[in-house]
């Protein structure tokens, strides 16, 4: 019998969980033909999340956990899915209920006609703003621009993966992850499958503003280095205006014996070529960061508790 795993992060989703579990449980009965086993992460929550989730295990021993040490983010929560997901597959799922698991026999019945990564595009989004609407769409846009691998759009991360796509991503150890680019990255035989995505069923949503645009760039930046080619496309134009603006000076000092206003000249280009030195400045900030951090080669998370073992982490 093959075995379905069903990785779920969870921050904060005290009030989510009973919902979950009980849609959960019906698909599971009702897929008979498969094991299951619901591996949860806590992501350091707060509030009784993980004691509900033990709850569960007692009288499901379908369920498996991960308990983080503290709160590492949903992307790296997802990686630790995926390291301890035992399955043939691994479906990622929200907490909340906004990837409907009743999906979830679609999805394999894909993985059974041989694809490795049925992912769901959302055709509609109830319940989120025209804003992050808006704002995810112009996402989308300028990842694509900045690269030749395709990036499925309208989808998250509620996906079915192979094991040969679990195992690609297990060897992608970096630390500032965006798994909607790795996802694309690693390639293998792809399926859309199109659903509607439902409001959050309890609690609050976890993102922000700043998260989301902390997301953007890092999804950007650890995608494609397209950006330090700006340095490129600016220096070639600047170049040429430097060339003409000094061959005009020249001529009209000759011909016209003029003195020109050096100093409004001088303030301009000053402030001219340190906007621009700004702008690079930044993006190689961007980079250096970025190397800064997997250099440190820390491990991506610390676990607390694995099923009620300790972990040494050594
Ligand atoms: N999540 C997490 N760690 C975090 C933030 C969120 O594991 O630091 C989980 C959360 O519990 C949920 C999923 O990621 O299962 C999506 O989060 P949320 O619903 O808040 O995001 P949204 O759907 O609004 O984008
Ligand atoms: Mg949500």
Sequence with gaps: MKKVSIIIPAYNEEESLPFLYE????????????EFEILFVNDGSKDKT??????????DKRINYVDFSRNFGKEIAMIAGLD?????CAIFMDADLQDPPELVPELIKYWEEGYDDVYARRKSRKGETWLKKFTSKMYYKVLQSLTRIEIQRDTGDFRLLDRRCINALKKMRESQRCSKSMFSW???????VLYDRDPRIAGKTKWNYKKLIDLAIDGITSFTTSPLRIATYLSIPTFFALIIYFIYVIVKCITQS???QAFQAIILLVLFFSGVQIILIGIIGEYLGRIFNESKNRPLYLVNE???ERENND
Aim: hydrophobic letters at 30%; glycine letters at 10%; proline letters at 0%.
């Design 50 to 59: 993980i004691e509900l989730i033990k709850e569960l295990r007692e009288k």
């Design 186 to 192: 690693i390639g293998y035989k792809k399926k859309e």
């Design 258 to 260: 003029v003195a020109i």
């Design 306 to 308: 694995y099923n009620g």
């Design 84 to 88: 301890y997901a035992t399955g043939d």
């Design 23 to 34: 849609r959960l449980n019906s698909l599971m009965n009702g897929l008979t033909s498969y």
